[in-house]
């Protein structure tokens, strides 16, 4: 068991409710891992929306868990082995920055049904017939295969290399409409009795901090909850004056308010051998 073990100083609590707080989930690993986890740690939900900017996600049908998230670092000793062509180490030295992705709505039927890819398959079958006695063998066996099978979606199954950016900004997600400095004030003392709770170690002041904090997020509930009832009958308001004074008003809000979609029709035939096409001028002949 990780809790109290990898990380002795974080012995917080793993669910907080109204009635109390308590240490129910736990991470259990084997004997033999043991040594190779570290930085386990024990995040509230409070905390972790914070962290990731999931304001605009709260709403009376989704409120923060009661749970905490409990996390490790696993370390695992593995030998790489260095591929001699060097065509495929300059791909691996950029792996960490590309990514190749196939299109598998354009697999064909015959797939793998090639005459290298089928000689290849069946001298797989010998070698796991014959040679399987050591660990080493297998993983031989096992990089052949993986190897056959991406060869055969190279040349059979169109593809896109895609490059990511190293550091990627977090996503913003946009706060409710009806959020305001008052529901941030209550947010922020929230999470401020939150984390002196988690802190604190003298059993009689603990109970203390955790009556605090219950209530703290009562008041926060209660409020948003309020906030909430009262934007969604404004808005209820703003379309029944809309369809009495203004029908072409009223249908563009009704649009406004479902999700987004964008529609778009695709400019693109299958060639006779399976192929993509996205010529405008062969498209049109079609």
């Not at 930085?39 to 996600?57: A, C, M, R, V």
């Not at 196939?102 to 049904?113: G, K, L, P, V």
């Not at 069946?122 to 660990?135: A, D, G, P, S």
Request: include cysteine; glycine fraction near 2%.
């Amino acid at each position: 068991m990780l809790n109290g073990r990898v990380n002795k100083e974080d012995l917080s609590v793993t669910c907080v409710t109204p009635r109390g707080s308590s240490i129910v989930d736990y991470i259990l690993v084997s004997q033999q891992s043991l040594s190779n986890c570290s930085d386990f740690k024990i995040q509230s939900p409070i905390e972790l929306i914070n962290e990731f900017n999931l304001k605009g996600l709260i709403s009376s049908r989704s409120k923060p868990p009661d749970h905490a998230l409990l996390s490790f670092k696993l370390c695992i000793n593995t030998c790489l082995l260095q591929d001699d062509n060097p065509s495929d180490q300059s791909v691996n030295s950029n792996s960490n920055q590309s990514f190749r992705k196939y299109n598998f709505h354009q697999i064909r039927e015959d797939f793998a049904q090639s005459d290298s890819c089928t000689n290849d398959i069946l001298e797989l079958i010998n070698k796991i017939e014959c040679n399987r006695q050591t660990q080493e063998e297998l993983d031989n066996i096992y990089d052949s295969l993986t190897n056959t099978i991406v060869n055969e979606m190279n040349q059979e199954i169109p593809y896109s290399d895609i490059t990511c950016k190293s550091k990627q900004r977090k996503k913003w997600r946009k706060r409710q409409p009806f959020w305001n400095d008052e529901l941030k004030e209550l947010w922020d003392t929230m999470h401020q009795k939150n984390k002196l709770f988690m802190k604190e170690g003298h059993r009689l002041r603990r109970k203390r901090l955790h009556e605090e904090f219950i209530e703290s997020r009562h008041r926060f509930d209660k409020r948003f909850r309020y906030f909430e009832r009262k934007f969604r009958i404004e808005k209820c308001t703003d379309i029944e004056r809309m369809q009495t004074r203004n029908p072409n008003e009223f249908w563009e809000q009704i649009k406004q308010i479902g999700p987004n979609k964008k529609r778009i029709i695709p400019e693109e035939i299958y060639a006779p051998d399976g192929s993509v096409i996205h010529d405008k001028e062969k498209v049109k002949e079609k």
